[in-house]
């Protein structure tokens, strides 16, 4: 089955720096990649989502990028805020087989 | 609010009760998932209909968990037995076909078995 595995498992960074973190992935099937924000006491809320037709998405100061040849992806957060701060999950699926595989989390800290 | 709810949002019972959780997801969505997150985990597969149809089982669904999810809509989770080790977050998401695999999660209830 589908492995996937996230890097760092912690960062801190300073307010308005870059923040990135990556993933990698096992099973070359696998299509879709969502990446969600799970702050404490709540689900995971979807940030952002690429398939694999392409190679990099943008929404305002969140990217993911996808290199499907070295099987792994990656989230970037630009210009970070306070509110940014908590854990990021990497997931990965495909089409016809809808369960996600996560990674195993990344929590960001945002020093101010 | 037409997000995916979640209830209880916590229960505490004793090891060898039976519990059972609700889930109600988005209204338009015919996909529904049951996730497990542990502390400091990622959430894990459980199970997943397609309207009334369980469709896919993970086998960390043992025989003392059941999910079903009648008409088509809302979803219920019932752990019979509990133990110690069921202790976890249990997760509801909702997908539309017609959207691809994006998945909304609820907000989860947290299980504490003493």
């Known amino acids: 089955g589908e492995n996937v595995e996230q890097h760092p498992s912690t960062l801190s960074v300073q307010e308005g720096d870059s923040a990135v973190i990556k993933c990698t992935y096992s099973d070359s099937a696998s299509n879709y990649f969502p990446w969600y924000k799970q702050e404490l006491g709540k689900g995971p809320q979807l940030i952002i989502d690429?398939?694999?037709?392409?190679g990099e998405k943008k929404d305002q100061r969140i990217a993911v990028t996808l290199n499907k040849t070295a099987k792994h992806f990656s989230l970037h957060i630009t210009e970070t805020q306070p509110e940014d701060s908590a854990v990021y999950f990497c997931a990965a699926s495909y089409f016809g087989n809808e369960k996600l595989t996560f990674g195993t989390g990344t929590r960001l800290t945002i020093i101010p | 609010d037409t997000g995916v709810s979640q209830n209880p949002r916590h229960k505490i019972t004793k090891r060898g009760q039976n519990v059972t959780f609700r889930c109600d997801p988005i209204s338009e969505h015919n996909r529904l998932y049951w996730y497990r997150q542990t502390l400091g985990q990622g959430p894990e597969f459980l199970t997943y209909?397609?309207?009334?149809?369980?469709?896919?089982k993970s086998r960390l669904l043992s025989d003392r968990f059941s999910a079903e999810r009648p008409k088509g809509s809302f979803s219920t989770l019932e752990i019979q037995r509990t133990e110690q080790g069921d202790s976890a977050m249990y997760l509801c998401?909702?997908?539309?076909?017609?959207?691809?695999?994006?998945?909304?999660f609820g907000p989860g209830t947290r299980l504490t078995v003493l």
């Open positions: 209909f397609q309207n009334e149809a369980q469709l896919e």
């Open positions: 998401a909702s997908s539309s076909a017609a959207g691809g695999n994006e998945q909304f």
């Open positions: 690429i398939r694999s037709n392409v």
